[in-house]
C-alpha cells in the first residue's frame, strides 16, 4: 500500500514523527542521563560510603584538585591522596560498568530487528503486518522499563536495559519499515527526513526532560518515559492503519533459509558497503555521545558536579537541537531534489570528524557547546539521508523488513562494540581523550566507505 497524498498520508506523516520521538526520547533518557546515574550511584556507595566524601556532587571538588596536582600547582595531603586514588578506581569502574552493561545489551539485540522484521513480513492480521509488534514492543519496553527503574545492582542493570532494549527494537524495526512499505521513491528522502526529525527531536527531549527533572524525581522519571513510549506505539497503529494481511500470500518458512538470508543481502556489493559504513558511523557516535555525562564531570576543566553535568546534558540538547532539525527538514528532501545520496552522508561523515578535534584539544564547557552543536547538525545530515541510501540499495525490495533488519544490525554491532572500547581505553589512558581520537577515525572511515557504492550518486 503506498501513500498517494491526501488525509491518510499526512496521518502517517505526523503519527510516525510522534511514535520516533517518544521511542528515540526512551532511548535517550535511559542511556544519555538515567543509567549513568544509576551507575555512578552504585559505584560511589562502593567507593565513597565510608570516607568523608558525602555525595556524589562533591567529587568535581576533587576532581579538580586531581587536576591541579596533575599540573603541579597544587600538593595533596596524604587524606586528599588517598582518596584521589580512590576517584582514579570510581572514574576507571564506572566507565567500565556502564560499558560493559551497554555491550551486553545490544548484544543481545544484535538480531532483534532482523527477526522481528521477518516476522512482521510474514505477519496475518486485519490490522496489518506491523501493527502488533509495534504495539507490542512499546507495552513491553514500558514494562522492563519500570523494573528497571527498582534495579539497585549493576547485574540488575543490565538485566532489565536488555530486555528493555530488545523490546524497543521490537518497536522500532516494524516503524521504520512502514516507510518502504507505504511511501513512494520519490518521497523516501522527506519521508526519511522526517522520520529522522522525529529521532532527533526525541533524543534531544528524552535528554533534555530527564536531565531536568533527575535532579528532582531520581530515578521516578522512568515513569515519563514508560507513558511516552507506550502512547506513541498506540497513536500510530490507530491513526496510520495498514490494510489488512490476513490474505497475505507466503512461502512456507524454514530456519536455514532465514539464517541464510542474512548473508543473501551482504552478498550484494552496495549493501555490503552501506552495511560497514553504518557500522563504523554509530561505533564513532556513539563512543562520544554514550558519555556525554562523565566527560563533562571527569574531562572538562573545571569539573562538573553530578547535578550540574545532568542540567547542562539538558541544555546541550536544547542548543543542539535547532541546527539538527533545520539539517534533517532540508537535507532529505534537497538529495531527493537533486537526486543523490553519497555527498550528504560523506560530507556529513567529514564534518563529524573534524569537530571531535575541538573537545580533544580545547577543555573547557563553551568549547564542549561549540563541539556539540556542530556535531548534532552534521549528524542530522548524515541520518536525514542515510535512511534513504539504505533504502535505495536494498537487494530485494520484497524482503525489505528482513533486510532493513540487517542493516540495523550494523547500528547496533556498532553500538554494542563501541562502549565497551571506549570504557577500556577510559581505563587504560585514565581519561577521555583516547575516545575522541577513536571516535574520529572511526568516522572517517565510515565516509570512506560510502565512496565504492555504484548504484546511488
Sequence with gaps: ?????????????????IASVFLFACYAAMSGVLLPNSVQTVEFRHYFSDTTISTVNDLAQLTDLNNQVKAGTATATAEQQGLIDLLGKYEASRASAISLMMGIGSFFTLFAQPIVGVLSDRWRSKSGRRAFWIVLGGVLGGVFMIAL??????????????????????????????????VPENRVGMVSGISGIGMTAGFASGMLVSGLVFNKLGLNTYFIFVFAVVVGALLFVTLAKDRSSKDLRLEPFSWKEFIRGFGTALKDRDFRWVWIARFMMYFGYTGVTQFTLYILQSHLQPALSASAANTTVSVLSVASLPGQLVMLLFAGKLSDKVGKRKPFVIGSSFIMAAVLIIPLSIRTLPAFFVFYVIFAAAYGIYIAVDVALVIDVLPDKSASGRDLGVVNVASNIGQMIAPVAAGQLVVLTSGYSSVFTMSIVAVVLSALAIIPIRRVK
Design 149 to 182: 527503574r527498582y534495579s539497585n545492582t549493576i547485574a540488575m542493570l543490565t538485566l532489565f536495559w536488555t530486555v528493555s532494549q530488545i523490546s524497543l527494537n521490537f518497536m522500532q524495526a516494524p516503524l521504520s519499515t512502514t516507510v518502504a512499505d507505504r
Design 1 to 17: 500500500m503506498k501513500y498517494l497524498g491526501g488525509r491518510p498520508y499526512y496521518q502517517y506523516l505526523i503519527s510516525l514523527a
